[in-house]
């Protein structure tokens, strides 16, 4: 699985610094974007939008290198393919979801985002708004609901379930 940093590909004109950085530093000072408050989230599967694109949850599951005793570390994708042992294309978009190994409910923040990346573009999108809520984990699954975006067209909203791989 590809391992993604926080990037934004855009800078602010003559500045040289990531328009997402100016973006965040906004957030913390103005209170752009904002952060926090909990969402409703649908019964539906969960789907939404990547990079403006329509986007819905086909496959997911842990990425063993990633995750830890203390947390998960998802990658879901709108591509089909064996979970463990297959792997989605390069240029998929996907929705990393990284989150507490307990039952809970998790709202997102500056302390803790959520990244929908846009595989054409090859751009992350951190979402700071939105919920997490986490049903239930069992030896094999991980089974919950998501709502989160970054804007109109980076988010999504519903019911996962994910594979957790050895």
Known sequence: DKLRAMQISKTAPGAGIPAGMWCLA????????????????SS????????GRPWTLATAASNSSLSTSDQFWVGAY???????SGSASLSADEV?????????????????IETLYDGVANVNY??????LVISAVTATTISGGA????????????????????
Do not use: M
């Open 44 to 51: 539906q599967p969960l789907s939404g939008k990547i990079g």
């Open 126 to 131: 951190g979402a700071t708004s939105g919920q």
């Open 26 to 41: 906004l957030a913390i000072v103005a209170g752009c974007g904002s952060s926090g408050g909990s969402a409703t989230i």
């Open 78 to 84: 709108s591509e089909s393919f064996t979970p463990c």
């Open 147 to 166: 709502n989160f975006a970054y804007n109109a067209d980076n988010s999504v909203d519903g019911q996962f379930q994910a594979t957790i791989c050895p």
């Open 96 to 112: 990393i979801l990284t989150f507490p190994t307990t039952v809970g409910s998790y709202t997102l923040s500056l302390n803790f």
